[in-house]
């Protein structure tokens, strides 16, 4: 179903990009007036409120020049990115993501890290459970839901579990945060680990209680150019303006941390 | 396996034959280009990990589980569908077979708003001492309302098929309609029966957005082997090609006693 969606989107992506090249022509100098045309960003899902505020700046600042969004988990992406797929820009949720790109030869230059996240625990407005502290997530009867080690949350989770010396008995491990998000949303679990900016984004349907110990796992958000991208320059201003301080702002707010 | 009722006209156009063959291929492809993937060396110690081991025996227990309860209430429901005349029957049926074409991601929500912590349900079955979420339960639930069609649909298409000459003879000889039904109705129907029932375990092994809405994903207790594959997929693509045509072998050999039990499974005629 979601393969599907994909295939129509790259389809469109794809057909958009050829009827913006025609008309491409890209103006070295200022920022700001980067060019025209059509930039495709690959981001992770967990960018698609500031990247969508962010890129809404960038238009109106280009005159000319369309962004298509893409959100998905950074490892997705990256696979999509390694197997062809047209992306400008690729901003990830973790190094390691970009790493593969990087190794692989798929990348502009070196990739810049632009923001930081980290874990937080979120809990239905009630607090059923009363948690107060990272320990309270191992009492017996606490239905805590985390990501799998598989995926960044996951490992980031792993890394405070050993720095804080608790072992949690998670009663589900989910492949993406925000499935970890909405169990405690729907109230099915009374706590779970999910990044900062997840609990400011998803307003007052949850309360996040910040945790000493979560400095023990930043997770680091790089962005780059693509390698095959046919728009080097706009992707590289748009890059500018997401690591420059307009973006630093947008990110700020949104909960994310500076590098 | 020619079949008596096949009539002498058999001329097919050229184009027809070209064009089933590209729609063959678009099946076979994928299934060939994923085979091309696997990495043999390594088969077996993957699909023989504890992680794929578990996944794989959670997910025929829960499917055989899922199976069962199809049976219970299919076969019930599918003989009130197609012999029963009640008002709203064709909205009842409607709606039994939603599933069948609904995204199970969104059988999922629903069953979260059911027999969730906060469901409709699921407050009540709390107080019991009941809880469902996060459970292997919650998996066969999940597994059970997308199979549940398929089983209806093939026993109703038997039933309508095999007509009910038989049943009011053994009526007017006197038989009560539970003994009719025992001794005459499900006998004639047993293939029809048994294919619909192979196709629900096939239904229920492939699902997957239903159970990760609902029930989550922890090993051995809701990560069934679709699950485990997802997850997999995110550091190694070995491992999940691996499971997926385990996958794959499964659904094959069960597609493949289904066509072997018995003809009668082809919906087109009770889908009406």
């Known amino acids: ?259 | 396996m020619d079949h008596a009722n096949n009539s002498a006209y058999q001329a097919i156009p050229r184009w027809v034959y070209a064009l089933a063959a590209a729609g063959g291929l678009f099946v076979l492809l994928p299934l060939a280009a994923m085979v091309a993937r696997v990495n043999w060396p390594q088969f077996i110690p993957l699909i023989t990990s504890d992680a794929s081991l578990t996944a794989l025996g959670l997910s025929l227990r829960t499917s055989a589980a899922s199976t069962l309860l199809c049976i219970v209430f299919g076969v019930p429901l599918a003989l009130v569908l197609a012999r029963g005349q009640f008002p709203g029957q064709r909205v009842l049926r409607a709606f039994v077979l939603l599933p069948l074409v609904l995204p199970p991601v969104v059988g999922g929500i629903a069953l979260l708003y059911t027999f969730g912590r906060q469901g409709l349900l699921g407050k009540s079955l709390e107080i019991a001492g009941i809880q469902i979420a996060f459970s292997t339960t919650a998996v066969v639930l999940a597994q059970t309302f997308v199979a549940l069609p398929f089983l209806v649909v093939s026993l109703e298409g038997a039933l309508r098929t095999a007509g009910t000459k038989y049943e009011a003879v053994a009526a007017t000889l006197g038989a009560r309609p539970t003994t009719v039904l025992r001794r005459v109705t499900v006998p004639l129907v047993l293939p029809g029966l048994a294919s619909g029932a192979v196709l629900s375990f096939a239904r229920s092994l492939g699902e997957f957005g239903a159970t990760l809405t609902f029930a989550g994903s922890l090993q051995g207790v809701t990560r069934t082997l679709p699950l485990e594959i997802y997850l997999q997929r995110e550091t190694d693509a070995d491992a999940a090609v691996a499971l997926s045509l385990v996958l794959v072998a499964v659904a094959v050999l069960v597609v493949g006693l289904s066509y072997r039990r018995g003809r009668a499974w082809i919906p087109a005629e009770a889908a009406q």
Do not use: H
Not at chain 1, 26 to 44: E, H, K, M, N, Q
Not at chain 1, 143 to 162: I, L
Not at chain 1, 221 to 235: D, H
């Open chain 1, 1 to 259: 179903m979601s393969i599907t969606r994909k295939a129509v989107a790259a389809l469109f992506v794809t057909g958009a990009l050829a009827a913006g090249l025609a008309g491409c022509a890209g103006t070295p100098g200022t920022p700001g007036a980067a060019g025209s045309g059509t930039l495709t960003v690959f981001a992770a899902a967990s960018l698609k409120a500031t990247f969508t505020t962010l890129v809404a700046e960038f238009e109106g600042k280009n005159p000319g020049t369309k962004v298509v969004l893409s959100f998905a988990g950074s490892s997705d992406l990256a696979t999509q990115i390694t197997q062809g797929a047209p992306a400008d820009v690729f901003a990830s949720a973790d190094t390691k993501n970009m790493a593969k790109l990087s190794d692989a030869k798929l990348l502009d230059g070196t990739a810049s890290n632009f923001a930081t996240n980290v874990l937080t625990i979120a809990v239905p407005p009630a607090n059923p459970a009363s948690i107060s502290s990272f320990a309270d997530l191992a009492k017996p009867g606490v239905k805590v839901v985390v990501c799998a080690s598989q995926v960044p949350c996951g490992a980031a989770t792993d890394a405070v579990e050993k720095a804080t010396g608790t072992t949690l008995t998670p009663v589900s491990e989910e492949s993406s945060v925000t499935d970890v998000l909405g169990k405690v949303t729907s109230g099915e679990a009374d706590a779970g680990l999910v990044y900062v900016t997840d609990v400011k984004g998803a307003g007052d349907k949850v309360k996040g209680i910040p945790f000493a110990q979560s400095d023990q796992a930043v997770n680091t958000y790089p962005i780059a150019t693509v390698g095959s991208s046919k728009n080097k320059e706009l992707a590289a201003a748009f890059i500018a303006l997401v690591t420059g301080s307009e973006g630093r702002k947008t990110l700020g707010d949104a909960g994310f941390g500076t590098p």
